[in-house]
C-alpha cells in the first residue's frame, strides 16, 4: 500500500529552470492538495483540487501551476524557478468527506539557486 | 489575520511532565479540527482529531472550545518519543481547504 507518492524526493533548480513535481496516490481520494513548508511559516497552501479535472487557487499560488488530468495524479509546476521558492514541497490526499484525514506524501526539497 | 495561530515554541520538558499546548483559529465558521505531529525533516501524519466534546487517545487529550475558538492539546508522562512539532489544523465544512498552524515545538529532556 503506497499511499502517497512525492518524485522527486530532492531537486536543486538554477533560477529561471523548469520542473513538475508529480504526486500521485493509489487511495481513490477525491481531494488533493499541494503545501508548501519555510521554516517557521508552517504548511501554506499551494493549490489543490476536489476532483478529476478540477484544480483551485490556495493562499500561495502565484508561480505555480497546477493539473489533475487523472484522479489518482496532482501535478505541480514551477514555470521559472525563483529562490524563493527554495521549500518544502508536500503533496496530500484526504480519506473521506466524513473523516478527512489528510495523508501525506513523503515531500519534495527543492533548491533554486 | 492567520487563520490558525499556535506558540512556536519550543516546550523543553522532562520525561514523565504533563505539557499543554493551545492553538486559536480565526474563522467561526471551521467544523474540522484536528492535531497532526511531524517529526523533523519528516511529513506531518494524523495524531488525532478533535471532537466538540474533548477525546483521549491514551496520555493524548484534545479539546475544542468554539465560543473562544481555541483547540487545546494536552499530553501526560511525557516520553521521549514524544519530541516533535505538533500542527494544529483546521478545516471548513466542505474540506477545500486544510489551515495548518505553524506548530509547536516539544523536546522531551531525561
Known amino acids: 500500500n503506497a499511499g502517497v507518492t512525492q518524485t522527486p524526493k530532492f531537486r536543486v533548480l538554477k533560477t529561471g529552470q523548469s520542473m513538475t513535481l508529480l504526486c500521485a496516490q493509489d487511495m481513490n481520494h477525491e481531494y488533493m492538495y499541494w503545501y508548501r513548508q519555510d521554516p517557521g511559516m508552517g504548511l501554506r497552501l499551494i493549490h489543490y483540487s476536489v476532483g478529476e479535472g478540477t484544480t483551485a487557487k490556495g493562499e500561495v499560488p502565484d508561480g505555480y501551476n497546477v493539473s489533475r488530468l487523472k484522479k489518482q495524479n496532482f501535478l505541480l509546476g514551477l514555470e521559472s524557478a525563483a529562490p524563493s521558492q527554495t521549500s518544502v514541497y508536500f503533496c496530500?490526499?484526504?480519506?473521506?468527506?466524513?473523516?478527512?484525514?489528510?495523508?501525506f506524501g513523503q515531500g519534495t526539497r527543492l533548491t533554486v539557486v | 489575520r492567520k487563520e490558525v495561530e499556535q506558540d512556536p515554541g519550543p516546550f523543553n520538558v522532562p520525561e514523565g511532565a504533563t505539557v499543554a499546548f493551545n492553538c486559536t483559529y480565526s474563522n467561526s465558521a471551521s467544523q474540522s479540527f484536528f492535531w497532526y505531529r511531524q517529526d523533523c525533516r519528516k511529513e506531518p501524519k494524523l495524531l488525532m482529531s478533535?471532537?466538540?466534546s474533548g477525546n483521549e487517545d491514551g496520555r493524548f487529550t484534545a479539546q475544542l472550545n468554539r465560543a473562544s475558538q481555541y483547540i487545546s492539546l494536552l499530553i501526560r508522562d511525557s516520553k521521549l518519543s514524544d519530541s516533535a512539532t505538533y500542527l494544529c489544523v483546521v478545516s471548513p465544512y466542505n474540506f477545500n481547504k486544510f489551515y495548518f498552524g505553524s506548530g509547536t515545538k516539544l523536546n522531551v529532556k531525561p
Open positions: 496530500a490526499s484526504i480519506d473521506s468527506y466524513d473523516l478527512p484525514v489528510a495523508f
Open positions: 478533535v471532537y466538540s
